[in-house]
């Protein structure tokens, strides 16, 4: 990945603060809305949801979920030279009370302080994303395949 694409791909993610959710839902396909942050190290997309969620039911079902983050229409781009990235990991939920939970409550509300609110709220909780894989679009001709380590370096405050 040339260094114009790392930054291409660290400002989508910066920038763009919802994502398409794909979890399983009884075996078939099904796609939510999520806001979501990113772990300082980019180990991990945080995402903050309900317990009567659907998408949260299907996580604590099977952790095998995917992310895509779009390059916002209307930008003066076509559609197909959209940038954007898609993401294969697992979904793991942030134990009450645990380093991991404090460390996920951390970014997202760095991202979201208006959220803070309903982090008190005992039906939500915190997931951490961590990819295996992604694809990144950077425009029309221009895809590149990622680890999920690869992705973490250019998403961390260091890459």
Not at 43 to 61: E, N, P, R, W
Not at 69 to 92: D, H, I, K, N
Not at 101 to 128: H, I, M, Q, V, W
Not at 131 to 141: D, E, N
């Amino acid at each position: 990945m040339s260094p114009e694409h790392a930054a291409q791909l660290a400002s989508l993610v910066r920038h763009r603060t919802t994502a398409a959710l794909g979890t399983l839902h009884d075996g078939a396909p099904f796609v939510s809305m999520v806001p979501f942050a990113v772990l300082p190290d980019g180990s991990a997309f945080v995402i903050h949801v309900s317990g009567l969620a659907g998408h949260t039911k299907d996580m604590l079902a099977d952790a095998r979920v995917s992310l895509l983050v779009t390059q916002a229409e209307g930008e003066g781009v076509e559609a197909q030279a959209l940038a954007r990235v898609s993401v294969q990991g697992e979904a793991r939920l942030a134990a009450k009370g645990s380093g991991a939970e404090r460390d996920c409550r951390a970014a997202y509300l760095a991202r979201f302080p208006e959220a803070e609110p309903l982090t008190g709220f005992g039906d939500f909780s915190f997931f951490a994303i961590r990819p295996a894989q992604a694809r990144f679009v950077a425009g029309f001709a221009q895809a590149m395949s990622l680890t999920g380590d690869t992705l973490a370096r250019h998403l961390g405050k260091q890459g």
